[in-house]
């Protein structure tokens, strides 16, 4: 998981009353037209939810506020799609984030609601309820919501991570082919009970089946530079490569994403670096002819 800054709340009070009145939907009355004070208690909802961190309470649910409200709030997610009037709001949120948070292989393409709108209706459109997130990662993550909104996942925005080496990678190399297996360190240095909730989130989302399938396509980038750096250096040349690579990719994407975790583990497996990973990447003289 990568953190995420937290998405400004200056427009917490115009999005709400530009998004919350009532309409008319064939001759019928519907929505709600939202109070200034009204406006204001559902400010103090957010405070409360920052306070918090993101997790979840009863008092998140605003019960003294008319149910009318929290639907129209709730209805009002609909509103951050194109051409719609919150859309703003969406770009926001996607604005720099190439990859999921989640996972680090996906496209963010959809917006997750760390506490569910279902069951928190007065969040739905609250910046920093909202996570980018890839298809795959957020559909699984919403099967799973317990009836009190909990999911036990890691909040990208304020469950700051500290700079501790947490996800694992174990390649093995066997009859010219590559397998790596992908794992939480249970015993890594995270606060209390931060360890356990990352397995559970690793495992829910199957994170390990996934990075798997991409390895060998993603090594095969670097069949070329392996190669010649081989030729050149011998052993060192392949583990001087792979581990500054590993560098680059930590600083490119973040310190526990698969790829660079991939390099570093590559890097300390000696049939691969003294010569086993020609193997799995042959490549011709022509096709490194001149380099």
Known sequence: MKNLPQPPRGNDRADLRASIRKYNYKKESRG????HAEVEQIVSLYDLYEGGGGVASEALKGAA??????????????????DRILYPLRELLFKGIEKCPICGIGVPDELDHHLPQSVFKLLAIHTRNLVPMCHDCNTTKRTIFGEDGLTGFLHPYYDVLPAVDFLIARPH???????VTF??????????GWAARLGTQFATLGLGKRYGREVNSYIASHAVALHTNYRASGQAGVRSLLRSQARYEAAVFYRNHWRPVLLRALADLDAFTEGGFADVLPVTDEMIEGL
């Open 183 to 192: 794992e939480i360190d249970l015993a890594c240095a995270l606060p209390n």
């Open 173 to 179: 190399l066997q009859d010219a082919a590559l397998s």
């Open 32 to 35: 709600h037209d939202i109070t």
């Open 65 to 82: 506020l008319p149910q009318s409200l929290k639907d129209t709030v709730h209805a009002a997610y609909r509103k951050t799609y194109p």
